[in-house]
Structure formats: C-alpha cells, structure tokens
C-alpha cells in the first residue's frame, strides 16, 4: 500500500468545524464535532492484472474524531482545523486502519505465491464450506502470517511445488478450477464440460452478432483502460485498482456516447416501437455479449480438445494428482 496522503484528513478536520459553525442550525445532521467520523474501505484482487478477476471490498470499523482525539485537541482543531500537527495524526490513524483491511507481502514474489497459495486452498476448501470470499480473505492474511515464519527451506520447497503446478496449467490453457473438477470423478468431470459446451456454443453462435458488434465499439475503451493502467500504476495491486477506476470511467462514458449516437440514429431513420427499442439498448446488450462470451471462448475450447483427444485427457488427470498431491504438502506444510 502506497503512504496516505493528508486530504482526506484535512477534509474530515474541515466538516468537524463546520459542524461546529452550523451546530443547531439545521444545515447539518451531525449534532457535535466529535461525532465526525470516517471509516476504511479496502479494495484486494485475487490476480490485478486480468480484467474481471475476483476482488473483494472490505468495509472497517467507523471511526469517530473523539476516539481519535481528546476534547482539547477537538477544541484547537475547531479553531485551526489544518493544524499541520493534527492533520498528520489522524492521517497516520487512517493509514493505520486501511492497512488492518489489506494483506501486504514482503516482496512481489511472495505476493504472486500468497495468491496462488490462496487459491488452491480456497478451492480444497470448498468441499467444507468454506465458499465465501470473506473466509477467502482471511486465508490470504493467515497464509502470510504463517509463509513469514516458515523456514527457508520449506518456503523454497512450497514455492518450487507451486511454481510448477501453476506452469503446467498456463502450458495447458487451463485453470485452477477446472482441473479441480477432477475431485468429482472421472466420469462426472467428462459429463461436466460436456454440460458446458453444450450450454456454451449454440447461444454463443446466437450471439455472435451482438459479441462482434460489442467488441467493436468498445475495444477502444478496453486497450485505453489497460494502458492508462499499466501506465500509472508501481505494481499489480495498482494496476487493478487503476483498472477497476478506468473500467467504471470509459465503459460508461463510452455506454452512454453509443446510446446516445444509437438513439439519434433511430430517431433519423424514423424507427418506433420494437425496432428503435432494439437500437437503443444494443451498445448496452452488444458489450455485455462481448464481456460473457469472449472471456470463456479460450477456456471452452480447450475443455473442447480435451473432449476429442483422449491423450490430453489422459494428462489432465496426472495434472489432477499432482494437484491434489500439491494440497496435500500445503496442508502438512502450513
């Protein structure tokens, strides 16, 4: 986490005098200064640099100015809110308070193994019913505390296992979740992507217009929102965070233009009814047919080869022992 700069405090000390100023009058629905208060948000990615990946917002616990400040300091802070002295205090509290939401590693290499490290044992878990993203937080933040005491040995080891498990997957084309479908047996595994490319391709083949329409329209917005974050950014985390600003910004900025060009294209061609409803909503519907449908295509046809190819089938499988073998060491490890 890059260090917190002071607006944000210096905005918080504002409002409390101004809730001084104003006590009484109506203009604010705080009553005292102390009741002034702020609370943390963090935002963590299971893997920043891919578009749409798993993320999770964290709400802390809401802070008031009087837990942070005695009636004294609250006194001079009403009377200079932008107290140099003042100001950096309550910033230290609130970096403070967003770094108790994140989970941090020491270097980017232990950042790449506490995710794929978090994902494995997410996924094993799941059989338990440890599904929800918020227990998935905290197997990323209890990882780090245990990788952290972990002799080098073993750290190496465990990083090696995982290191080779996750360069087979990216030889393969595949992902994690797909190779722990294997824990459902061989034959339910097989049933399983024969259910996916059957749900997958005929409405996929529906849509290719509207997929084709949609990439068009918004591959500009897509290259400018990776770019500009690549651009910005000092790391993965940045890079995500940049991505998910950027996304919000251009994917709706661009949504609204096309919907306003579509509408006053309908309104010339003098289309009512059905058929200007249809222009109207298609820069909306075109670029979520795009979104669904191409970030599957390379995964459905990979399930698709490992259907027709027996050989690869049969690798896949070896690829869902050591998987299994790779959890079985974390387990004993950490």
Do not use: C
Request: net charge positive.
């Amino acid at each position: 986490m890059t260090p917190l700069k002071s607006g944000a405090s210096r905005m918080l000390l504002s409002a409390a005098a101004y809730v001084a100023r104003h006590r009484g009058d109506g203009t604010s629905p705080i009553q005292s200064p102390k009741d002034v208060s702020f609370q943390p948000v963090g935002l963590y990615f299971d893997d920043a640099r891919t578009f749409r990946s798993r993320g999770l917002i964290h709400y802390g616990p809401r802070k008031t100015l009087g837990e942070v400040f005695d009636d004294g300091e609250i006194a001079e802070i009403l009377q200079n809110p932008t107290a140099p002295h003042y100001v950096n205090k309550l910033t230290e509290v609130m970096d403070e308070e967003l770094r108790a939401l994140l989970p941090e590693a020491p270097s980017p290499r232990v950042q790449e193994l506490t995710r794929r490290l978090s994902q494995l044992l997410y996924e094993a878990n799941r059989r338990t019913r440890i599904s929800d993203v918020y227990r998935w937080e905290l197997v990323v933040k209890g990882i780090l505390e245990q990788f952290k005491d972990l002799p080098k040995e073993k750290a190496a080891a465990i990083q090696r296992q995982v290191s080779d498990y996750y360069e087979l997957l990216e030889i393969n084309g595949l992902r994690d979740a797909t190779v722990r479908d294997l824990d459902l047996g061989p034959q339910e595994f097989i049933a399983r992507l024969r259910r996916n490319q059957i749900m997958y391709w005929p409405l996929a083949i529906f849509m290719a217009p509207l997929t084709l329409v949609g990439m068009l329209l918004y591959y500009v917005p897509y290259r400018m929102t990776g770019r500009i974050a690549f651009t910005l950014a000092d790391g993965d985390v940045e890079v995500g965070t940049y991505k998910f600003l950027m996304g919000i910004i251009f994917f709706v900025l661009s949504g609204l233009f096309y919907t306003v060009v579509f509408a006053a294209l309908a309104a010339w061609l003098k289309l009512t009814g059905f058929w200007w409803l249809v222009v109207f909503l298609l820069p909306t519907v075109s670029a979520f047919s795009a979104m669904i449908f191409t970030e599957k295509l390379q995964l459905r046809l990979m399930e698709l080869k490992i259907l027709l190819f027996p050989r690869l089938r049969k690798s896949i499988y070896q690829l869902g022992d050591q998987r299994q073998k790779l959890i079985d060491d974390l387990m004993a490890y950490l």
